[in-house]
């Protein structure tokens, strides 16, 4: 059932195409819009990010350790390593006197060319706060330090935060737990699958914390999308299509590798959820605009931000236009 969504041309020849699913659900979980399978199973990767935070918010990290808005979009985040992405993290291991070493992510230089060209040039070494997840991880060190939980074993998919944090990923996704498939992401810690309908509802509920239940749980979520919104820089970072969408304030949106991608409108009361099956992330901002076009969203800065930031011509090294990546699917509306 898989569906292409986008093909690059170079020249007049289609040299890749790309497919995948996409859907859209409403309020009441109801497919409202769907191309290829909505039952697709996929690991959320990062794009589980805004929900892995919740059990932390809930149980007072930010008041125990004095942490603000920027500590919680840091544990929102898949950061670049740009230097107010390592101001942040700097911070809020000194705030909750956490050893950067007892993260189980490894060493790394930071992924944004500028950063690292910058960290090399200076004869600077790798560190485990330059990977992509600290903020994540750091996020479930504090919950561990004020929760007097094991810390050695904290990423163990059987260790309590991490069973607090599948408890609340199914409870947003209306997802059962035993429909979830179970993995390990690359920094380590637990990642966990469901079908792709289930993650744009929990997106939806992103969006519009007002139809969570537990009132903790939707106090929490209103932090974690202000602080989103707030600083949209550093859930991502300079050129991605996630942060770009951020600026919308209407808007929750969060990538992850591999290809997966949630992202909801408030006013709209749709959540989305896609997969790219080759596992490319550049594609992203080609689909999610395409989205945007196609259910005429009202906000037209926003699609024409993103075309600013993330222009369709495929340009080679010298900086000429060399061919054009395009959305090649049509949704289909589901009444």
Same mark, same amino acid.
């Given at each position: 059932?898989?569906?292409?969504?986008?093909?690059?041309?170079?020249?007049?020849?289609?040299?890749?195409?790309?497919?995948?699913?996409?859907?859209?659900?409403?309020?009441?979980?109801?497919?409202?819009?769907?191309?290829?399978?909505?039952?697709?199973?996929?690991?959320?990767?990062?794009? !589980?990010?805004?929900?892995?935070?919740?059990?932390?918010?809930?149980?007072?990290?930010?008041?125990?350790?004095?942490?603000?808005?920027?500590?919680?979009?840091?544990?929102?985040?898949?950061?670049?390593?740009?230097?107010?992405?390592?101001?942040?993290?700097? #911070?809020m291991a000194s705030k909750a006197g956490?050893?950067?070493?007892?993260?189980?992510?490894?060493?790394?230089?930071?992924?944004?060319? !500028?950063?690292r060209e910058r960290l090399i040039r200076?004869?600077?070494?790798?560190?485990?706060?330059?990977?992509?997840?600290?903020?994540?991880?750091? #996020?479930?060190?504090?919950?561990?330090?004020?929760?007097?939980y094991p810390i050695d074993n904290y990423?163990?998919?059987?260790?309590?935060?991490?069973?607090?944090?599948?408890?609340?990923?199914?409870?947003?996704?209306?997802?059962?737990?035993?429909?979830?498939?179970?993995?390990?992401? !690359?920094?380590?810690?637990?990642?966990?699958?469901?079908?792709?309908?289930?993650?744009?509802?929990?997106?939806?509920?992103?969006?519009?914390?007002?139809?969570?239940?537990?009132?903790?749980?939707?106090?929490?979520?209103?932090?974690?999308?202000?602080?989103?919104?707030?600083?949209?820089?550093?859930?991502?970072?300079?050129?991605?299509?996630?942060?770009?969408?951020?600026?919308?304030?209407?808007?929750?949106?969060?990538?992850?590798?591999?290809?997966?991608? #949630?992202?909801?409108?408030?006013?709209?009361?749709? #959540?989305?959820?896609?997969?790219?099956?080759?596992?490319?992330?550049?594609?992203?901002?080609?689909?999610?605009?395409?989205?945007?076009?196609?259910?005429?969203?009202?906000?037209?800065?926003?699609?024409?931000?993103?075309?600013?930031?993330?222009?369709?011509?495929?340009?080679?090294?010298? !900086?000429?236009?060399?061919?054009?990546?395009?959305?090649?699917?049509?949704?289909?509306?589901?009444?």
């Amino acid at each position: 059932m898989e569906q292409i969504l986008v093909e690059e041309y170079r020249g007049p020849i289609v040299e890749c195409v790309h497919r995948g699913h996409i859907c859209g659900v409403g309020l009441d979980g109801a497919l409202r819009y769907q191309l290829g399978d909505a039952d697709y199973v996929a690991y959320l990767r990062s794009a !589980g990010k805004p929900f892995q935070a919740i059990p932390a918010i809930k149980r007072g990290i930010v008041e125990a350790f004095e942490w603000d808005e920027r500590a919680i979009a840091l544990m929102t985040s898949s950061h670049r390593g740009e230097p107010f992405h390592v101001e942040t993290l700097e #911070g809020m291991a000194s705030k909750a006197g956490l050893d950067e070493e007892r993260l189980v992510c490894l060493p790394a230089y930071p992924l944004h060319s !500028g950063a690292r060209e910058r960290l090399i040039r200076d004869q600077g070494a790798k560190r485990r706060l330059y990977h992509n997840c600290a903020g994540k991880h750091f #996020g479930a060190l504090a919950l561990c330090k004020l929760l007097q939980y094991p810390i050695d074993n904290y990423c163990d998919p059987g260790h309590p935060v991490q069973q607090e944090i599948l408890r609340t990923l199914s409870d947003m996704a209306d997802c059962p737990v035993e429909r979830m498939g179970a993995g390990t992401d !690359g920094c380590g810690f637990p990642v966990y699958a469901m079908p792709l309908k289930h993650l744009a509802y929990a997106y939806l509920k992103l969006a519009c914390p007002e139809t969570i239940a537990d009132a903790e749980t939707r106090e929490a979520v209103v932090r974690i999308t202000k602080a989103m919104h707030a600083y949209p820089e550093l859930v991502g970072g300079t050129g991605r299509i996630d942060s770009t969408l951020l600026e919308d304030p209407n808007i929750i949106a969060k990538g992850g590798f591999k290809g997966i991608f #949630g992202f909801s409108l408030r006013n709209e009361r749709l #959540g989305f959820a896609f997969k790219v099956l080759d596992g490319s992330d550049e594609e992203a901002a080609r689909i999610a605009v395409s989205i945007l076009e196609q259910i005429q969203y009202a906000n037209k800065s926003t699609i024409e931000r993103i075309y600013e930031r993330f222009p369709p011509e495929i340009r080679n090294d010298a !900086g000429d236009a060399v061919g054009i990546s395009k959305a090649a699917f049509r949704l289909a509306r589901i009444d």
